[in-house]
T-cell receptor, first 111, second 113 residues
């Protein structure tokens, strides 16, 4: 079972920041949170990951709450090409470090 | 370019036939994974391998088989025992470090008629 819950869909205006929330209240102390996105009929694309500190890269920022029970992915200036399904994932240490995917959030960026 | 390649992108087979999906990576990764995705669903783990000549069942291994004879290659065979084989299949690989990300191929869409 997925260890994360996300809203099924969100809209965002082009050029505005997209803030995608994720709850992972049962996360263990050494489990990382990963974010991937998937455009229809393509393989998931890695975005960012973190353990307990906030992280930023060229694609996005990841804000993790102090208790680690939730996080937010921020796309600072969303474009139409950011329209995709975004998955918040906890990577577990059994089964070879597999990624447990939930349903994800379908983000629609509108002009 | 380094990456992970799946082939073919689309595959059609008749019911009752076995079919093998290819997955190759040149990232020098030890760990490789096969996932299955059904419409509107997240990915589910079929098999994984952490090292050459070793592999383990994932959550939905029934009706599938794999081999890992080379580090670069992790082919998946969908056998006739798999009751609902039509799906999107994704291969991934990951480096050794505890916090490295997994890279995914572009997937193979298998349709059994």
């Amino acid at each position: 079972d997925a260890k994360t819950t996300q809203p099924p869909s969100m809209d965002c205006a082009e050029g505005r920041a997209a803030n995608l929330p994720c709850n992972h209240s049962t996360i263990s102390g050494n489990e990382y949170v990963y974010w991937y996105r998937q455009i229809h009929s393509q393989g998931p694309q890695y975005i960012i990951h973190g353990l307990k500190n906030n992280e930023t890269n060229e694609m996005a920022s990841l804000i993790i709450t102090e208790d680690r029970k939730s996080s937010t992915l921020i796309l600072p200036h969303a474009t139409l090409r950011d329209t995709a399904v975004y998955y918040c994932i906890v990577r577990v240490y059994n089964q070879g470090g597999k990624l447990i995917f939930g349903q994800g959030t379908e983000l629609s960026v509108k002009p | 370019d380094g990456g992970i390649t799946q082939s073919p992108k689309y595959l059609f087979r008749k019911e009752g036939q076995n079919v093998t999906l290819s997955c190759e990576q040149n990232l020098n990764h030890d760990a490789m994974y096969w996932y299955r995705q059904d419409p509107g669903q997240g990915l589910r783990l079929i098999y994984y391998s952490q090292i050459v000549n070793d592999f383990q069942k994932g959550d939905i291994a029934e009706g599938y088989s794999v081999s890992r004879e080379k580090k670069e290659s992790f082919p998946l065979t969908v056998t006739s025992a798999q009751k609902n084989p039509t799906a999107f299949y994704l291969c991934a690989s990951r480096g050794d470090s505890v916090n490295t990300e997994a890279f995914f191929g572009q997937g193979t869409r298998l349709t059994v008629v």
